[in-house]
Structures are given as C-alpha cells and as structure tokens.
C-alpha cells in the first residue's frame, strides 16, 4: 500500500506547493531554504524530513518499538525526489506551461 500511496502523496503535495496559496508550517522549511540556498530541493526536503524523525525519535525516548517504521523511514528518504520529479513533470508544466526552446 505504502508503494501505491506514495507517489499519490508526492504528487498532491507537488501541486500543493506549485499553487502559491501557502503552505504548512513543516512544509515551508524546505521551501525556504531552497529559495535562499544553492542546494537543491529534493536534498532540502529530504534533511527537513530526517529531522522531524530523529526528533520523533528523541521524543519517544528511542523506545525500539516507538511509531518509527520502515514507511516512516521510505517516506523520509523518498518523499523529497519524488515531490521535485512532479515539480518538474507535471506541477510547473501545468502551471506555467512548458517551455518550447
């Protein structure tokens, strides 16, 4: 399921972001630092998510069977290349048309 839903996700969350009418306060860390950095999103987005679970870590007292999973984990680690994939595929394209040069 979580192979199925992933992508899903990535794409509502690609088009959430392309439509400029604001955004979460856990999504507009990364949105931030890639318009003030060099660094490129997917990598931002996925140091945003890793935080968040080592801090979800930290406070459940690294408790081996605290709600940190293997999904968590995927979802860290993929979330971020796959948002900037339909960023550039299908978001931006929609929303400013594609470029014919």
Excluded: E, H
């Amino acid at each position: 399921m979580l192979a199925v839903a992933l992508p899903f996700l990535c794409l509502a969350s690609s088009l959430y972001f392309t439509a400029d009418l604001g955004v979460s306060t856990y999504d507009v860390w990364a949105l931030v630092l890639d318009r003030r950095t060099k660094a490129p999103f997917w990598l931002i987005r996925v140091g945003t998510d890793l935080i968040c679970v080592l801090m979800g870590f930290a406070l459940l007292g690294f408790r081996p069977r605290g709600m940190i999973g293997v999904g968590t984990i995927i979802t860290a680690f993929c979330m971020g290349p796959m948002i900037d994939l339909f960023n550039r595929r299908v978001s931006q394209p929609l929303r400013y048309g594609r470029k014919t040069s």
